[in-house]
């Protein structure tokens, strides 16, 4: 009995830890949280949907969620949808940008059509853009830690300095990691912008 209790401590301190104290499902080396503080690379993205061209420089001044995602196989992307317009929604107007990177996983050719047609399907009301050859995923996370998980998302605060990294899977209102990422979405928010030269 004092065994099960001990494993029911032991599980309770895992999910009171912070989500970047481990390492990404699979990572060697490094892990997410070596990317905090960080500015990450312009990114190289093709076919926007739901609104011009964007390039990270453009969001200087704002608060910047980025989520890569696939379809229709994915059931972390689908569950995640619901969040991300959820914080598309209540956060814009204060100054958070949400954008999605689709990247291909599927054998069939990639067909940006297609890409739309599932984007509407999720519900999304952001810029969404097609990360061909997944070649902003790999600068950004799979060059760095190299993980099992492509579904991640990048919260930038208003200077484009990583500072949260969900690595993966999905988050849905009432979850713990839900509530993580809309609690730095806060504090990034109520950061008053830095000073420029």
Same mark, same amino acid.
């Given at each position: 009995m004092s065994s099960v209790r001990g494993l029911a401590g032991l599980a309770a301190l895992v999910l009171l830890l912070p989500p970047l104290a481990a390492a990404a499902p699979g990572a060697r080396? /490094?892990?997410a949280g070596d990317l905090l503080g960080k500015r990450p690379p312009e990114w190289s993205v093709s076919h926007w949907l739901n609104g011009r061209?964007?390039?990270?420089?453009?969001?200087?001044? /704002?608060?910047?969620?980025?989520?890569w995602w696939t379809a229709p196989h994915c059931p972390f992307c689908r569950a995640t949808a619901p969040a991300l317009n959820d914080f598309h929604r209540r956060y814009r107007d204060r100054g958070l940008a949400v954008l999605g990177f689709y990247h291909h996983k599927s054998s069939s050719r990639l067909d940006p059509e297609q890409v739309e047609a599932w984007a509407g399907d999720f519900g999304f009301e952001f810029p969404v853009a097609i990360d061909g050859g997944w070649r902003t995923l790999r600068r950004w996370w799979l060059d760095e830690v190299p993980s099992g998980w492509t579904s991640v998302t990048f919260l930038l605060d208003r200077e484009g300095v990583v500072r949260h990294i969900h690595p993966g899977g999905q988050y849905v209102a009432g979850d713990g990691d839900y509530a993580a990422l809309e609690a730095r979405i806060e504090r990034l928010l109520a950061e008053p912008p830095r000073a420029r030269p």
């Open positions: 080396g /490094k892990d061209p964007v390039q990270l420089a453009d969001l200087r001044g /704002k608060v910047v969620l980025v989520r």
